[in-house]
């Protein structure tokens, strides 16, 4: 018992240094003191292995110590195995800033330093112009008539677009624009998103392109003349970065510029000679003024001694000679502007290029710098309003078709489907939102960009896919009517563009994340890079107190001690107080898997991308967190915070899991998963009674249905404007309860024979149900209005039999005589 009694004192005083990360003289002093109460207690061999512990650790730990003789082995051993940052990667970790994502690889993080800045919402203007302005042009697009019968936005819309200035959102009111936030270009492109082309159009100009570029490296005189004319539409802008040889991986594109000297009008210039092939080039169709990206040589040393100067960014009007452009590519489900541009000894003088000559060589340090707030706000911001259009639509079709004498809405296996298609909008209206926040605090989230980036357009891929399920043949027969077919089929084009999905799962979220993020890394390839040995004692022996400080931590809270407090309520807490226990445990995986297999961790895309899941969920739950301990809930609001927050962790763990179970060196697999899964693994996924009543109100007139619908086109249309489903949707739900109980009555007045059997239609029950007295004449009225636009809204479209024939001559006359 005694001994007993010391052992669970060492145990416990050495895991508490630990967990705090208290250093090595306190982890000697706990051995030392407990070594010598084993003494007083008669345990004296185990107080002899605790005395020996403390000279370990003061030899390896104290600083005076172990400079002398473990620190040199050490950093020479660094030497050999640190990966080579390559410079285009240096670029990269060196562009954007670490935030929240950085909390997260301490296994300790600091929910104070997330709620720190408080998502204050739009400002009035902004909100004006979402309400106003974006529920014009929302108002103004047929999915069919855009897809199909004209491969475009009308005239009037882009007329619109020009004349409101959307184009020109992250401009300076100074120059013309609109100078909105972060927030509010994310609020804009969620409403927009009823319309894939729309969207589109409208975000990329404001995304990744001369815009941005202009403004943070423009010349005075680029930017005069531009940003004015980019904010009211006079100039269209598109930027060539992709090509066939060059698609995610944009450090290996082909196309060059060589500095060279031609005459023009009488005088010698120094200029490029620009050979180049782009394709994907959004907007690139109409666009007026070109952006390029290109590598950059000097071999006759006309600009330096450098000849290879490295990508370089340039702005080229449409009609310089030798540019090819106008030809277009056919985005799948949603024909955007979209197309190849081409060159062929195409001459622009050296000022072209975005900030002058002395920018020259610095393309891929604007492009990353620019790229991770543009990625944090174009495509998750489309996949957001994509959730908040599909809860509505699915939502009130689902309760509206009924099957069975029910709604579909209350049959669980489209209830489960329903539940996934809230949970996942809730979850990227909280991301998009609150990582827009950080942007407009100052912040440039490189590593949580790939996150929002990668996940949500699959969650959008994953909504949508559901929403096609639960119509079954309403969407999958294509015409004016469906609303979701072609959106459902443009998906693909968000997974695959800005860095296809495949690739920032595997390679950028952790990849980049465990150097830029991780506390002490990137400190240490410094430190060998500059030889400095000083240098890299401090941070490789901060690095060895965070690994052990993170296994404590890790292990006890896996075991349910040691929690801490959150600054959460109770709802929020549980699974706050989850993040902690898995951001340890990744931070413990992360060093595990970087120390055992070494430069080879960034062949292991499978490790790394389930290192990346469990950031990702993470970074996600956190975002969900933040979202609801800032906002004001509505009934059923916690229900679907829960289901957010246990799908997420759920997916987490499993990450880890499957990380452990492929882990090379099984030795410290095994160890690792001792002590971050003592128990085994303990999130479930959300319940059913949680689904179901997720499913219940987003199908009914529910304050989370509107809450989770927000910001979308939802106004029955005016005089001169589209369909709107989404508004008839909400209108029939609100008077769904007065309905139902109608319904309830003749159905069960026809299975009693008290109305005639052979009134199988809606319509002869409400006629013969006022016959028989069983309703009034009001009701009968009611229920015909109702079910007449019941039936619009299941009705899908037929064509003449020739309709679907793009060239007529080729169609086969079938049965005809």
């Known amino acids: 018992m005694d001994l007993l009694i010391v052992v669970l004192l060492a145990l416990a005083g050495l895991l508490f240094v630990l967990r705090r990360e208290s250093g090595a003289a306190a982890a000697i002093a706990v051995m030392v003191v407990v070594g010598i109460i084993g003494l007083f207690m008669g345990t004296g061999w185990f107080s002899l292995l605790l005395f020996i512990g403390a000279g370990i650790t003061a030899f390896a730990g104290l600083p005076g110590l172990r400079r002398q003789w473990l620190t040199p082995r050490a950093f020479a051993m660094f030497k050999k195995v640190a990966p080579k940052v390559s410079e285009t990667e240096k670029q990269a970790l060196d562009a954007g800033t670490v935030g929240w994502d950085g909390e997260l690889f301490t296994g300790r993080p600091d929910w104070h330093r997330l709620l720190t ?20 042009a929302a108002s103004m697009c047929n999915a069919w008539d855009i897809g199909f019968e004209r491969a475009d936005l009308p005239k009037e819309v882009w007329d619109y677009l020009k004349k409101e200035r959307f184009f020109g959102m992250i401009i300076p009111k100074e120059y013309g624009g609109l100078g909105l936030s972060a927030r509010a270009q994310s609020a804009v492109l969620q409403k927009l998103s009823v319309n894939e082309s729309l969207m589109v159009s409208v975000g990329v100009p404001n995304s990744l392109g001369p815009g941005e570029l202009l403004l943070k490296y423009g010349t005075d005189d680029q930017k005069n003349y531009y940003l004015p004319r980019l904010a009211d539409g006079r100039e269209i802008p598109c930027f060539g970065l992709t090509g066939p040889r060059a698609g995610s991986d944009a450090t290996s594109l082909p196309d060059t510029g060589i500095v060279c000297k031609q005459e023009i009008d009488g005088k010698e210039v120094v200029g490029l000679r620009l050979n180049f092939e782009k394709r994907w080039i959004t907007l690139a169709p109409i666009a007026t003024v070109v952006g390029l990206a290109f590598r950059m040589f000097d071999p006759d ?39 190849p541009i081409k060159g062929k000894d195409v001459f622009i003088p050296l000022d072209y290029i975005i900030g002058g000559p002395d920018m020259a060589g610095q393309g891929w340090r604007m492009l990353v710098e620019c790229l991770s707030v543009g990625r944090c706000i174009t495509l998750p911001s489309g996949a957001s309003g994509s959730g908040r259009y599909a809860v509505g639509l699915a939502g009130g079709f689902t309760r509206i078709r009924r099957q069975f004498n029910t709604p579909v809405a209350d049959m669980e296996g489209v209830q489960e489907p329903l539940a996934r298609i809230a949970g996942k909008a809730y979850i990227a209206q909280s991301a998009v939102m609150q990582t827009a926040n ?35 043949g309403k969407t999958v027969t294509l015409g004016p009517r469906n609303y979701l077919g072609l959106s459902f089929a443009g ?61 404590a931590r890790a292990f006890t809270q896996a075991i349910g001690l040691g929690r801490g407090d959150v600054p959460f309520d109770n709802a929020a807490a549980p699974y706050a107080r989850a993040v902690n226990r898995f951001s340890a445990a990744f931070g413990l995986a ?48 916690r229900e679907l915070m829960a289901y957010s927050c246990e799908y997420l962790l759920n997916r987490a763990e499993k990450a880890l899991d499957e990380l452990l179970d492929n882990l090379p060196n099984r030795a410290v697999a095994v160890a690792l998963r001792w002590v971050t899964m003592p128990l085994g693994r303990r999130w479930k996924a959300p319940s059913d009674k949680r689904t179901q009543a997720i499913a219940h109100a987003i199908s ?15 106004t029955l249309e005016q005089k001169g404007e589209v369909f709107n489903p989404l508004a008839h949707y909400n209108q029939l739900l609100a008077d769904y309860p007065r309905a139902d109980k109608l319904y309830k009555t003749l159905d069960k007045a026809h299975a009693k024979g008290e109305l005639p059997a052979e009134a199988l239609h809606p319509e002869q029950k409400f006629e013969a149900g006022l016959e028989a007295g069983l309703i009034s004449e009001d009701d009968a009225e009611f229920m015909r209005q109702y079910e007449s636009e019941v039936l619009e809204m299941l009705s899908v479209d037929d064509f003449p039999f020739d309709g679907l024939a793009h060239n007529k001559r080729k169609l086969v006359k079938h049965n005809v005589l």
């Open 438 to 472: 950080m942007i407009d605090n100052g912040e440039k989230p490189a590593v949580p960009s790939a996150i929002l980036k990668s996940q949500l357009t699959e969650y959008q891929r994953d909504i949508l896919s559901d929403a096609m399920d639960v119509h079954g």
């Open 301 to 339: 040393n006309l600009l330096g001694e450098q000849k290879d100067l490295g990508i370089t960014c340039a702005l080229i009007p449409r009609d310089t000679e030798g540019m090819e452009i106008g030809r277009r590519h056919a985005p799948i489900g949603t024909p955007f502007m979209n197309g």
């Open 491 to 551: 998906s693909a084009v968000s997974i695959t563009v800005e860095g296809a999905n495949i690739m920032t799962r595997s390679l950028m979220i952790f990849g980049q994340g465990a150097i830029r993020c991780h506390p002490y890394v990137l400190d240490e390839l410094a430190a060998k890079d500059s030889d400095d040995i000083d240098a890299f004692d401090d941070a490789f022996f901060n690095h060895a107190g965070l690994v052990f400080g993170n296994a």
């Open 700 to 714: 009914t007139d529910s304050s989370l249905r509107a809450k989770l619908t927000s910001n979308t086109w939802d």
């Open 590 to 637: 992360s060093d595990a898997a970087m120390t055992t297999l070494g430069s080879d961790l960034k062949l292991r895309e499978l490790l790394s991308a389930r290192l990346g899941d469990v950031l990702a969920n993470l970074y996600l739950t956190s975002m969900v967190l933040k979202n609801w301990h800032e906002g004001q809930a509505v009934e059923g609001e």
């Open 117 to 136: 800045n408080r998502n204050t919402g739009l400002s009035q203007d902004e909100q004006a112009f979402v309400d106003n302005q974006c529920a014009v």
